[in-house]
């Protein structure tokens, strides 16, 4: 377990090297690969690992090099359409498997006025946390899946994932491919990748340090 952990965190951080490799050997099934990465990464609560934001860059400044084999406006429709179904499926999840788990009698943890105040919370804040949600690693992963469970109202719930994944989406791909020409970038995409990791756990790691410190008081 432990030996697949530290591969899986030198593909994140060599994902350039990987994701050029990946191309070379497979050409256009990449593109199967890429949607099967952002499904599962925004679909399943069980993978909140797989790289999301260093992908799209990264998949990005790929395409934008000579004689790429990948087509970025193809690689944004495709991984739009993968990070939408990902969303709506773990929001099905969430919404089948909620409300069974909340009518346990006596559970503190899946108290049935808990399941209330999440779905009040997701009718009023609920579209805003999905666009946003959308840009913070891991924490992309359980929101559609707590907006399933807390009953977000789906059509509401559909047109901010469209919305949330089609800014994500188009965002870092495109912004992979318009910077990835650049002699610096390309000379350091190891260390930029890096530093997306870096900078898109900040809000989540600031959110645990503060609720931390409530708790504490």
Request: charged residues 15%; contains cysteine; proline residues 3%.
């Amino acid at each position: 377990m432990l030996g697949l952990m530290m591969r899986l965190i030198d593909f994140i951080l060599h994902i350039d090297v990987h994701l050029a490799k990946v191309i070379a050997a497979y050409g256009g099934l990449t593109y199967g690969i890429l949607f099967l990465i952002v499904f599962c990464e925004t679909g399943l609560v069980v993978t909140p690992i797989l790289p999301g934001d260093t992908l799209l860059f990264t998949a990005g400044a790929l395409s934008s090099t000579e004689g790429a084999r990948l087509n970025v406006h193809f690689v944004f429709c495709l991984l739009s359409i993968a990070a939408v179904l990902g969303d709506t499926v773990n929001y099905w999840i969430g919404h089948k498997v909620g409300p069974a788990v909340f009518k346990r009698k006596g559970s503190r943890l899946f108290n049935r006025k808990h399941l209330e105040r999440t779905h009040a919370f997701y009718e009023k804040y609920g579209g805003k946390t999905i666009i946003l949600a959308r840009f913070v690693p891991i924490i992309r992963t359980f929101a559609p899946f707590v907006a399933g469970i807390g009953a977000m109202t789906y059509g509401r719930f559909l047109a901010y994932n469209v919305i949330g994944g089609v800014l994500w989406i188009s965002s870092l791909v495109y912004a992979g491919y318009l910077f990835g020409n650049i002699p610096w970038v390309k000379d350091n995409l190891t260390l930029l990748v890096i530093g997306i990791v870096v900078v898109s756990l900040i809000p989540a790691v600031t959110t645990f340090v503060r609720e931390h410190g409530r708790r504490q008081d």
